[in-house]
């Protein structure tokens, strides 16, 4: 049976302002929603700021976002961001150490639960104009057990998430290493035969004629060789392209602009429908001399990507372009077929265990706030 306070019982604002000095380089920091702590953003230069004063971190300081308060913008300071810079924006609290562990406090506002409450007491017209005052906060109750209850709970906390985050470590692990055994088999081909890529592609046109009334499904490609993913819904007045080009399953794609980066991709079945701009080249595969499985991998491997890059133009990095053409004269490493299905069989049994990785993926990200809202409770 938990006594219920009020964090204003044992949290106290604390700022420490500092004059904008526009002579000065502040080294500025934000925080992240959803309880994911703090992060490090660009420095200050030169008084390119509208605020007057900034305040400086300390490393047990509680830092709160007035602007996403409500969804979980809050977080603990630590040595790392000690001398740190936020805006006013950015209100500061200590703890009191007598009646509340920092590091419950920590978990506690991880949890779904307060981020609700916080939401319940922000003011504003709209979600993006919603604010969390100082004074708010306050007035949220939390849980407050004895302070040795409290460190026992955190250290149960700590335990479990140690054993959450090894798992989740294990099962990237194991999906390197299974993507690491399809480029090793591909790569085992005694004698492969170098083949113009525009001999098994062939680049579709945008057959999609835009209507403003028409609602569209788009999808991207990742960088760094992780594939092609649903992306936005728009209809036909939100975007300029008066054609567009729809994906089918085993199709290969590629973003123009950033294939030199390793954004290539063989559309997956849960893509197979959606449309792309006429910026992202589109092929049919002639599966009778290459299957999509081999390409899939051949382009997701790291030592590729400066090899495709050397045939991408541009004036600087940022706004290097690889044209269809130039990507169909790509000299391709054809395997032998015999190779190409035993690649195959591997890559199915990889795709078996990455369904299966997605499964535990999602399993392992509801277990932390099940045990956050079980800890809360009293109950572990």
């Not at 506690?108 to 639960?113: E, F, H, I, Q």
């Not at 997701?300 to 541009?314: E, I, K, L, N, Y």
């Not at 190779?339 to 369904?355: F, M, N, S, W, Y």
């Amino acid at each position: 049976m938990w006594r219920t306070v009020k964090l204003g019982e044992v949290l106290r604002l604390d700022v420490n302002r500092v004059p904008v000095d526009p002579a000065t380089s502040y080294a500025m920091v934000g925080v992240l929603s959803f309880g994911r702590g703090l992060f490090e953003r660009e420095p200050i230069e030169n008084g390119n700021t509208s605020y007057r004063v900034f305040y400086r971190l300390k490393a047990d300081h509680v830092v709160m976002s007035q602007l996403f308060g409500w969804e979980g913008a809050l977080a603990l300071s630590d040595k790392t961001f000690e001398g740190r810079f936020v805006s006013p924006q950015f209100p500061t609290f200590l703890c009191d150490r007598d009646k509340l562990d920092r590091r419950f406090l920590g978990w506690l506002m991880r949890r779904p639960a307060l981020w609700e409450e916080l939401g319940s007491r922000a003011s504003g017209m709209g979600d993006r104009r919603r604010t969390l005052t100082p004074d708010s906060l306050f007035h949220c109750e939390i849980p407050l057990p004895p302070l040795p209850e409290q460190r026992r709970v955190v250290e149960r906390i700590d335990e479990l998430d140690a054993q959450i985050q090894e798992a989740r470590t294990l099962r990237h692990q194991a999906a390197d290493e299974a993507e690491a055994l399809c480029r090793a088999v591909l790569a085992s081909d005694p004698k492969p035969t170098p083949t113009s890529i525009a001999d098994f592609l062939r680049l579709r046109p945008p057959e999609v004629l835009v209507q403003p009334s028409e609602t569209y499904q788009f999808a991207g490609v990742y960088c760094f060789g992780r594939g092609v993913f649903r992306g936005q819904t728009k209809t036909g007045m939100e975007f300029a392209y008066p054609r567009l080009t729809r994906l089918r399953t085993g199709n290969l794609v590629y973003p123009k602009l950033m294939a030199w980066e390793g954004a290539f991709g063989v559309v997956p079945p849960e893509c197979d429908g959606c449309v792309v701009s006429t910026e992202f080249p589109v092929f049919e595969v002639n599966q009778e001399k290459v299957f999509p499985e081999i390409l899939d991998i051949y382009f997701r491997t790291p030592a590729v990507w400066p090899m495709v890059a050397g045939d991408s133009t541009g004036t600087n990095v940022r706004r290097r372009r690889l044209s269809p053409q130039d990507f169909l004269a790509y000299k391709f490493p054809l395997p032998s077929k015999q190779t190409q299905i035993k690649v195959r069989k591997v890559k199915a049994e990889v795709d078996g265990l990455k369904r299966l990785q997605a499964e535990t993926s999602a399993e392992l990200g509801a277990l932390l706030p099940a045990i956050l809202d079980k800890a809360f409770k009293g109950e572990l």
